[in-house]
């Protein structure tokens, strides 16, 4: 695996570029880290996928922006595009979850001569600024008070199955411990959800790439409504959907089958992997 730095707008991303073929840039959610879109797989570069993920600044192994307004989806867009030109690469798939996906949907409508397909994973809001910014003001004093387990302890019970929770909180507390700069991550989470990835759902109308979307049952993801993925795919033209079954554990968290799904998707949207050309 090849660890990169790209440096740029006052922050130093770092990342890794590993396999042959097509690329990909994977692009992780709101306070997760590269590892976490498809759950440490190595599926895609084996079935001959060249993938490249990097953590979002401020998160991971990533430099804070400059300031605590930084974290703008302008700015992540931007880190996107700087990324694919630090590795020489003119065309990808974007593969994004939750926050990725909109960071993946602001790139393929601002910069699409760079996007060759689109996978976005458990989208979760329409583009605008949420709703409810103090929620996000919460999450951020109880990572900065707390650490791993304040942000836990405000993140609180969203309605899920006992057993269930306490994955969530399990999974919540190991992502969390992975950041270098957890200050920084609180920065993120006030400022990123106050701003706008696109123009509301319609400008979603605007994306020409073939594109996936993979919603998430609220039964065990209420933080990405199966209705935001749905109107994602109902406005995309084009778009394919797919979801788990409903006895069935979100695909979106089970990083194997989710390659799979992935990888059947850009083969079939022209992105041949390098092991069957």
Do not use: K, N
């Not at 922006?65 to 020489?88: F, H, I, K, M, T």
């Not at 993120?188 to 701003?195: D, S, V, W």
């Not at 089958?257 to 022209?270: C, E, K, P, W």
């Amino acid at each position: 695996m090849s660890a990169f730095e790209v440096a740029g707008d006052g922050v130093i991303l770092r990342g890794d570029d590993d396999g042959d073929g097509p690329a990909i840039l994977m692009l992780h959610g709101l306070s997760a880290t590269r590892r976490y879109v498809v759950h440490g797989s190595t599926a895609l570069e084996r079935d001959g996928y060249r993938v490249i993920a990097y953590d979002s600044r401020g998160h991971g192994e990533s430099s804070p922006a400059p300031s605590a307004d930084d974290y703008r989806y302008d700015q992540l867009a931007a880190d996107a595009v700087r990324v694919l030109d630090d590795r020489g690469v003119h065309r990808a798939a974007l593969v994004g979850m939750s926050m990725g996906s909109a960071v993946a949907a602001a790139v393929a409508l601002g910069h699409p001569e760079r996007v060759q397909a689109l996978v976005a994973i458990t989208p979760a809001h329409l583009g605008t600024p949420t709703a409810d910014p103090a929620r996000w003001d919460r999450l951020a004093a109880g990572l900065e008070d707390g650490g791993p387990d304040g942000f836990v302890h405000a993140y609180g019970d969203p309605g899920v199955d006992p057993a269930s929770l306490d994955l969530i909180r399990t999974v919540m507390r190991q992502r969390l411990a992975r950041h270098a700069q957890p200050q920084a991550v609180a920065a993120a989470l006030r400022a990123t959800p106050r701003g706008a990835a696109f123009a509301g759902d319609q400008a979603l109308a605007g994306i020409a790439c073939p594109t996936l979307v993979i919603g998430s049952r609220d039964r065990l993801d209420p933080e990405h409504p199966l209705r935001i993925a749905e109107r994602w795919a109902e406005v995309i033209p084009g778009a394919e959907f797919t979801v788990e079954d409903d006895a069935e554990s979100p695909l979106a968290w089970r990083g194997g089958t989710l390659s799979r799904v992935i990888a059947g998707f850009l083969a079939g949207a022209g992105m041949t992997p390098r092991a069957t050309r």
